[in-house]
């Protein structure tokens, strides 16, 4: 009840969860459309040894962690037998996973586009991280930017989501990228005057380097730079907190998904998404979490509230003046009491 009350006296609050709701039934379609393919293409039937191989090495991978950190307790009781067998376990799991990546293609397959797609995320962080400690980043975060600043500020947001388009993860004909990510951080970091520019440039680029799914990637990132900049709107123009970013970028890059689904022939689309998905959800979830440590790296500095540091210094300069008027006065009386002996 107290959940509900709060909606009805905070309109903001219900509008950013009705978008959320909204990214949510979009996602639910998507993974309605994904089920009914791997049905279809008899993926659960044909997969079940794959899915065997991945559970044996993740379940070994558990006993190994496990095991590990029981270690140096065997060790400290002296139970010098047990420690021994223990370490023998750990080299056997250990020789067992190694034997099955140099064996199995699944480290290809899998692995690979992983450690890919989070070196051109590695080369956009540093590059947001760069820009996080000019001055034009601080005053846009602080609410006090002028014209300059924010101009700026989407001009070098507009070369990182140049990077993030140019430089992608090709898997099976797919290509992996987080251009809506850098679109939907300027949204709800610098609200309409730099999101949505920033998503119509980003759009046509994209559009211009062709393919198949130009269109729906483009279109994708219109609504991106559009969404973003309206919740920065409704937040107050201020970034989201928590962990609400996180799942608003999940949960587009699921709607950004259905769209390729939706404006391209389903033949090509479904295993087209069904390569790219993983990929896409995993760097730009990845890449919002670590920029949301990024910003709260830099508000640490900002706790120390100067101004309210200069108050209390001159409050305390006041007390200090304070007791020694207090004692002043304590002298005049003791000497007007002298007087009056006199």
Known sequence: MSHIKKIRTNPKSFLISLIFLVLIIFNVVLFAYLIRFYFMAGFFKSSVEMFGQ?????????????????????????????????????????????????????????????????????????????MSKTRFFKNVKNGVANKKDMFICFL??????????TYVVEVNDSYANVRNLIVMISGLFGGPVVGIPLAILSAVYRFLMGGTTAFPCSVSTIICGFLSSVIYVINKKKFLKGYRPVLLIFLF?????????????????????????????????????????????????????????RIKELENTVEEYQDKIDKLEEDVEILKRINDLD
């Open 54 to 130: 991945l559970f044996t090495v993740i379940s070994a991978i558990i006993i190994l962690g496990f095991i590990s950190t029981r270690l140096p307790q065997l060790r400290n009781m002296g139970n010098s037998s047990l420690y021994e067998i223990g370490y023998l376990i750990i080299i056997g799991l250990l020789s067992i996973i190694i034997s099955f990546f140099n064996k199995s293609t699944i480290a290809d397959a899998f692995v690979n586009p992983f450690v890919s797609i989070f070196e051109v995320l590695s080369v956009v962080l540093i590059l947001m991280l760069i």
């Open 156 to 165: 070098m947001f507009l070369v990182i989501a140049v990077i993030s388009t």
């Open 253 to 309: 890059v699921g709607f950004e998904m259905l769209m390729i689904v939706w404006l391209t022939p389903q033949n090509i689309s479904i295993p087209y998404i069904n390569n790219l998905y993983p990929l896409m959800a995993f760097g730009n979830v990845l890449g919002m979490i670590l920029f949301l440590m990024i910003i709260r790296e830099q508000e640490k500095p900002n706790e120390i509230d100067y101004e309210e540091l």
